[in-house]
């Protein structure tokens, strides 16, 4: 059983920062992908940014020059950097990894922090 735990959500104000933490715990061989998705009110869930094993990354083209994605492979942590926020950012964030374990590769996700850009 693997499980995701995301902390760092809150409420920001315009302008200001926040960093995100999702830590996996469990019988995990590697992880080959992390990622982070959101959801806003009364949309679809999107990604947000995502890391590979080799430290490539790939951002939605409205968090570029923003956030930054990394990745902590001793401590099974992906982070998320988020700078200069905007209203817009508002939404519950969710982590996914894809994980190894002696069952197979799957993906798992966390339950997911809510992160609220508000003056």
């Known amino acids: 059983q693997v499980q995701l735990v995301e902390s760092g959500g809150g409420l920001v104000q315009p302008g200001g920062f926040v960093r995100l933490s999702c830590a996996a715990s469990g019988s995990i061989f590697s992880i080959y992908v992390m990622g982070w998705h959101r959801q806003a009110p009364g949309k679809q869930r999107e990604l947000v940014a995502g890391?590979?094993?080799?430290?490539?990354?790939n951002y939605a083209d409205s968090v570029k020059g923003r956030f930054t994605i990394s990745r902590d492979n001793a401590k099974n942590t992906v982070y998320l950097q988020m700078n200069s926020l905007k209203p817009e950012d508002t939404a519950v964030y969710y982590c996914?990894?894809?994980?190894?374990?002696?069952?197979?590769?799957?993906?798992?996700w966390g339950k997911g922090t809510l992160v609220t850009v508000s003056s």
């Open positions: 890391i590979t094993s080799g430290d490539s990354t």
């Open positions: 996914n990894m894809g994980v190894i374990t002696a069952a197979g590769a799957r993906d798992y």
